[in-house]
């Protein structure tokens, strides 16, 4: 790493395909809806994408 080379595999994921799969995700789109619109499996969409928060319950706040 220190001469400026990378270490391991090569990432096969097209980062433009990332990216918009982040965006989906983010608009709420469902996995397998992310996975039929992008063609990135869906082992690698749980691995890369981060998980959603979770929402408050209504009147959790009371």
Do not use: E, F
Request: glycine content about 8%.
């Amino acid at each position: 790493m220190s001469k400026g080379r990378r270490i391991g595999r090569p990432s096969v994921l097209d980062p433009t395909k990332l990216a918009y799969a982040d965006h989906l995700r983010n608009a709420g789109h469902t996995i397998p809806d992310i996975v039929s619109k992008t063609g990135i499996t869906k082992s690698s969409l749980y691995r890369i994408l981060p998980p959603r928060r979770a929402d408050p319950a209504p009147g959790a706040d009371q």
